[in-house]
């Protein structure tokens, strides 16, 4: 059984206290006078003036002082299972919770759960009323994968628990169950110990999100949905059923309501609002997770962080002088030796954490800021100062990254061969160096169109890394801008063996017949696969609105369009809004839409096509 924790730092120093204590109180009667004219230690404190400080003599008699010292002299020579004895018959002798914790401990240091549990129902015989008896007894319990005997324990920790406590207990619950095999199993079990807390005003939401987090684990995401409903209309200022919301947004759940209704509550929630723009992000919703951070930045604007997040989904949204003004803002505050990271973002109760990215340290997020920064500067041709800001980056770690950067000036200068050879002199230090390179290259080709030429260096890097489904799925891009349409789909039937969950290969290749018009079925059955691997995510969501288009089903495509160009207003996106809005008549829409994205990028070929094709006259 894995480790739970290590021995915690304050049962190790009252441990070391106590025989400290004890030592010096044996010794004190046999310490000799230090020269004739010593004082005894009363007279001496009256002599200097200063009052002493009360003393207490330890509890602890000279038996049990040694019991505890052969006790740790054992564990330090590696004697776990002796020590473990030791100190636990010490326990019981003196229903010391301080060592009944400290025998749990090593017992779970060595791995040991049959011990560890045996020591923590040891301690609950011996201190009934001990929560953290109880605690530690249904922990362990759960870990050894016996979850039915957990009930009685459970239950009485939970009836034992003050009740101004208890909903932060059952908010921990579905933590304890993250590893259980039987999720449906748990769900069930949790509902039923929790029941009698569904009618307790102090605890009656926090049950309701505990088991709406068990039903999620489950995959009954409409259950949970409606439980976070529940607990929403119970407490709308309560953060447990928000988080569970979060949870849900990418379960196909309409959360979105719910999670507004909470930061109206709680307007000032900027660490909430810092993971839920997080959350945004990660689905690709860049423009829904804009407004999440300009609320944090008007509300909190000193801090650093949610500017350089700020300006790196502006850049994605290909706003450059919206991300520039942001990045500016995040270099004026990282930069002055006041760097502040941003508050740190919940963690739903029934999470993981570990995962977690770390923030940026302020020299790494002025690195990052600097790279974008140049990119805000290419974006809008301004490339002398780009390059002005790529000067500044002096970062070993993030050169080869700089040189590709300068690379791609050069390239969009019509310095394609000045580029390639940027690139190709690269140090590699790595094979990972290696491959990036190969890639970097690739991408330069293709960013100045040369299709064939982007195809022979990606058909070079597969020979070079065999297998590599990133590699393969590139040169299938490729294949499919060179018109080869077969190569393109045997490359991507290859990436989907090599790795079942590539969403971004179900995508190419559903959208790749929905455009020719051909297999339309198939065509949608793979893209409700990759949006199954990546729920909401933009740019699937567009090839199902335009495969549904293609089947003939407009209201549908127009539903779907519309969804994928609020979240992420790209140019290709906003092509076929545009055409399903014409073609059903909505032609005042379908200008509006189409000349945003002209003003975005004027040179996009799909946006070209259509306006051709359309004849629709800007």
């Not at 120093?13 to 006078?33: K, R």
């Not at 740790?72 to 060592?99: H, I």
């Not at 770690?397 to 000036?409: D, G, K, P």
């Not at 567009?542 to 790209?570: C, F, H, I, M, T």
Request: charged content about 25%.
């Amino acid at each position: 059984m894995p480790a739970l924790s290590l021995v915690p730092h304050a049962a190790r120093t009252a441990l070391a206290a106590a025989c400290a204590l004890a030592l010096m109180t044996g010794a004190q009667a046999q310490v000799p006078a230090q020269g004739d004219n010593a004082l005894p230690a009363p007279a001496a404190e009256a002599a200097s003036g200063v009052a002493p400080e009360p003393f207490e003599n330890s509890t602890i008699d000279a038996p049990l002082f040694y019991q505890l010292l052969i006790g740790e002299m054992e564990l330090r020579s590696g004697e776990v299972g002796t020590a473990y004895q030791v100190l636990l018959d010490a326990a019981r002798k003196t229903r010391d919770p301080e060592l009944f914790r400290r025998a749990t401990e090593i017992a779970l240091q060595a791995r040991a759960g049959d011990q560890a549990l045996a020591a923590a129902q040891a301690w609950r015989s011996a201190i009934p009323e001990s929560v953290e008896a109880m605690g530690y007894q249904v922990r362990l319990l759960i870990a050894l994968n016996r979850q039915a005997e957990a009930d009685e324990p459970l239950r009485a920790m939970l009836a034992a628990t003050p009740l101004a406590e208890r909903a932060a207990v059952i908010a921990s619950l579905p933590r304890l169950f993250a590893r259980a095999t039987d999720k449906t199993q748990t769900a069930t079990q949790l509902q039923a110990w929790l029941e009698p807390s569904l009618d307790v005003p102090e605890t009656r939401a926090a049950a309701r999100v505990a088991i709406g987090r068990a039903w999620l684990a489950a995959g009954d995401a409409k259950r949970a949905f409606e439980l976070a409903q529940q607990a929403h209309t119970l407490d709308r200022t309560a953060e447990g059923p928000a988080l569970l919301a979060l949870e849900l947004l990418t379960a196909g759940q309409p959360v979105e309501p719910l999670i507004a209704d909470y930061l109206e509550a709680q307007p000032k929630s900027s660490s909430f609002r810092l993971l839920y723009a997080r959350v945004l992000n990660s689905a690709q919703r860049y423009a829904d997770a804009v407004p999440q951070l300009e609320a944090v930045t008007r509300a909190e604007p000193q801090l650093p962080t949610p500017w350089l997040t700020l300006g790196a989904l502006h850049l994605e949204l290909r706003h450059p002088k919206e991300a520039q003004a942001a990045l500016m803002q995040y270099v004026q505050r990282a930069g002055n030796g006041s760097f502040a990271p941003a508050p740190a973002a919940p963690v739903a109760p029934g999470g993981d954490d570990d995962d977690d990215e770390a923030p940026p340290t302020a020299d790494q997020g002025l690195v990052q800021a600097y790279l974008l920064l140049s990119q805000a500067a290419e974006q809008q041709r301004d490339y002398a100062g780009a390059e002005a800001w790529l000067k500044k980056v002096d970062s070993p770690q993030r050169a080869l990254e700089v040189q590709t950067r300068r690379a791609s000036l050069l390239a969009r200068q019509g310095k394609v061969k000045e580029a390639r050879d940027l690139i190709r002199k690269a140090p590699e230090k790595t094979t990972e160096d290696a491959r990036a390179k190969l890639l970097a290259e690739a991408q330069i080709l293709r960013d100045v169109k040369q299709w064939g030429e982007a195809n022979t260096v990606l058909a070079k890097a597969n020979q070079r890394f065999p297998n590599d489904p990133d590699l393969l799925y590139e040169q299938s891009m490729m294949a499919e801008k060179l018109n080869r349409m077969d190569e393109m789909e045997r490359l991507l039937r290859r990436v989907i063996e090599l790795k079942p969950d590539h969403h971004h290969a179900y995508n190419a290749l559903g959208y790749s017949l929905a455009e020719r018009n051909q297999r339309l079925p198939e065509a949608r059955d793979l893209i409700r696969k990759a949006l199954d691997l990546a729920p909401g995510e933009p740019f699937i969501t567009d090839s199902l609105g335009w495969v549904e288009y293609r089947l003939g089903n407009r209201s549908e495509a127009l539903k779907l369009l519309q969804q994928a160009y609020r979240s992420r207003p790209d140019v290709e996106i906003a092509a076929h809004l545009g055409e399903v809005l014409w073609i059903s008549g909505q032609r005042d829409e379908a200008r509006k839409v189409l000349r945003d994205a002209r003003t975005r990028d004027n040179a996009n070929d799909v946006l070209k096509e259509t306006l051709a094709r359309l004849r629709v006259d800007l």
